[in-house]
């Protein structure tokens, strides 16, 4: 059983940075595809970013230029370095990783079909 545990989040105000980290207890660098994803209550998961076994990244419209999907494979974390933080990025995060050969990382990520989830870390922005 593959353990993720997230760590990083916290309470920032708008404009400020936070790092979240996504400790695996296996292999980073042989997996299919890792994420980043968000949820509020009462709303749907929401992708955030995604990043695939050549390091290939990608990110939501929404957080587009202002987060970033990187991976220490040396350290078995996934990383999630969020700047100009805004209102609306308040939510509970979670990392979500898999180790399924063959499988498509983009797509995956579109159906938030991951194998393992952390717990999530909450990350507050207030105005």
């Known amino acids: 059983q593959v353990q993720l545990v997230e760590s990083g989040g916290g309470s920032v105000e708008a404009g400020g940075s936070l790092r979240l980290s996504c400790a695996a207890s296996?292999?980073?660098?042989?997996?299919?595809?890792m994420g980043w994803f968000r949820q509020v209550p009462g709303k749907e998961r929401e992708g955030v970013a995604r990043?695939?076994?050549?390091?290939?990244?990608s990110h939501a419209d929404s957080v587009r230029g202002r987060f970033t999907i990187s991976a220490d494979n040396a350290k078995n974390t996934l990383y999630l370095q969020m700047n100009s933080l805004k209102p609306e990025d308040t939510a509970m995060y979670y990392c979500?990783?898999?180790?399924?050969?063959?499988?498509?990382?983009?797509?995956?990520?579109?159906?938030?079909?991951?194998?393992?989830w952390g717990q999530g870390t909450q990350v507050t922005v207030s105005s």
């Open positions: 979500a990783a898999d180790w399924r050969s063959g499988l498509y990382c983009f797509a995956a990520y579109v159906k938030a079909d991951f194998t393992y």
């Open positions: 296996r292999d980073t660098a042989s997996s299919s595809c």
């Open positions: 990043i695939d076994r050549d390091g290939r990244g």
